[in-house]
């Protein structure tokens, strides 16, 4: 089992920064990628950034240039940092960590990132 925590969201007006923090515990060795996803209300859950099995990095589009995801290994802990926040980054932000084998997802309890014009 994994567990997955994550910190560091709150209210920032348009165009500041927050960064956002996910440590891990539990069976560390069984996980492959690690990310983060967000949930705006009335939306579906979309991916934002992420760090592949490989130890590359993915980000949607909506977001390249303004965040970025980064990890410390000591710590297990993985950030993404938010730059140039507009009121439509506005949701809850969940960390995510895969299986070695692609086969099963875990997942934080969210937090908030509410961003006002």
């Known amino acids: 089992q994994v567990q997955l925590v994550e910190s560091g969201g709150g209210l920032v007006q348009a165009g500041g920064s927050l960064r956002l923090s996910c440590a891990a515990s539990g069976s560390i060795n069984s996980i492959g990628a690690m990310g983060w996803y967000r949930q705006a209300p009335g939306k579906q859950r979309e991916f934002v950034a992420g760090?592949?099995?490989?130890?590359?990095?993915n980000y949607a589009d909506s977001v390249k240039g303004r965040f970025t995801i980064s990890r410390d290994n000591a710590k297990k802990t993985v950030y993404l940092q938010m730059n140039s926040l507009k009121p439509e980054d506005t949701a809850v932000y969940y960390c995510?960590?895969?299986?070695?084998?692609?086969?099963?997802?875990?997942w934080g309890q969210g937090t908030q990132v509410t961003v006002s014009s």
């Open positions: 760090f592949t099995s490989r130890g590359g990095t």
């Open positions: 995510n960590a895969e299986n070695l084998r692609g086969t099963y997802n875990y």
